[in-house]
């Protein structure tokens, strides 16, 4: 299984990204997406996930209300739509897939390199 991320860059506070993260290796719409981030010098956090075939969705405090995932299974493309971004979101930005939707890293078992967002105040 391989993942790969893209999308990330530079942008100013009050503005927006949508990363995307390309699946294969196995049935992509079988599995959850999710979103996790990592900022110099802290833990990695829980974004945003999505499942497999029904479209629940789950999404991490801090960024409830501001970013939208959505998946195109006939793409096997996952997005992170970003709007409102603040200073505090600078991180690299991971993608993961796993058997069940969930909030904790662990429950995923195959990762992409991570896309590295920045945003200027």
């Known amino acids: 299984v391989q993942l790969q991320a893209s999308g990330g860059g530079l942008v100013q506070a009050g503005g927006s990204l949508r990363p995307s993260c390309a699946a294969s290796?196995?049935?992509?719409?079988?599995?959850?997406m999710g979103w996790f981030r990592q900022a110099p010098g802290k833990d990695r956090e829980f974004v945003a996930a999505?499942?497999?075939?029904?479209?629940?969705?789950y999404y991490g405090d801090s960024v409830k209300g501001r970013f939208t995932i959505s998946r195109d299974n006939a793409k096997n493309t996952v997005y992170l739509q970003m709007n409102s971004l603040k200073p505090e979101d600078t991180a690299v930005y991971y993608c993961?897939?796993?058997?069940?939707?969930?909030?904790?890293?662990?429950?995923?078992?195959?990762w992409g390199q991570g896309t590295q967002v920045t945003v200027s105040s």
């Open positions: 290796g196995r049935t992509f719409g079988s599995y959850a």
């Open positions: 999505i499942s497999g075939r029904t479209g629940i969705t």
């Open positions: 993961a897939t796993g058997p069940l939707l969930a909030r904790s890293a662990g429950a995923y078992d195959y």
